[in-house]
């Protein structure tokens, strides 16, 4: 079992960032692949980014890419999403998932295993 906690979410303007935290218990995250996701009010939830297990592999979706940026901390068992030029439509609650290697695609969230709890990230004009 994984448990997962999100933090650093908030209330941001229009051109500001974030760092958002996900910290792992329960077993460590090293060898697993790392992912955000994101749900707007009234949307599906959507893929933002991913990284490998291995940690050298990072994809983006292409509202992420260029302004948000997926990282690990292994020593500590925490994920990272550092996000600058924040958009309005940044706007949603953000998850961090782990899925093991293998386990299908990582643009799916159906692949992920453990999820967090989430944590708002809302964006002002």
């Known amino acids: 079992q994984v448990q997962l906690a999100e933090s650093g979410g908030g209330l941001v303007q229009a051109g500001g960032s974030l760092r958002l935290s996900c910290a792992a218990s329960?077993?460590?995250?090293?060898?697993?692949?790392l992912g955000w996701f994101r749900q707007a009010p009234g949307k599906e939830r959507e893929f933002v980014a991913a990284?490998?297990?291995?940690?050298?592999?990072?994809r983006y979706a292409d509202s992420a890419k260029g302004r948000f940026t997926i990282s690990r901390d292994n020593s500590n068992d925490t994920l990272f999403l550092q996000m600058n030029s924040l958009k309005p439509e940044d706007t949603a609650i953000y998850y961090c998932?782990?899925?093991?290697?293998?386990?299908?695609?990582?643009?799916?969230?159906?692949?992920?295993?453990?999820w967090g709890q989430g944590t708002q990230v809302t964006v002002s004009s």
């Open positions: 329960g077993r460590t995250i090293r060898s697993l692949g």
């Open positions: 998932a782990v899925r093991f290697p293998g386990s299908g695609s990582k643009y799916d969230a159906g692949s992920y295993h453990y």
């Open positions: 990284l490998s297990w291995s940690g050298d592999v990072t």
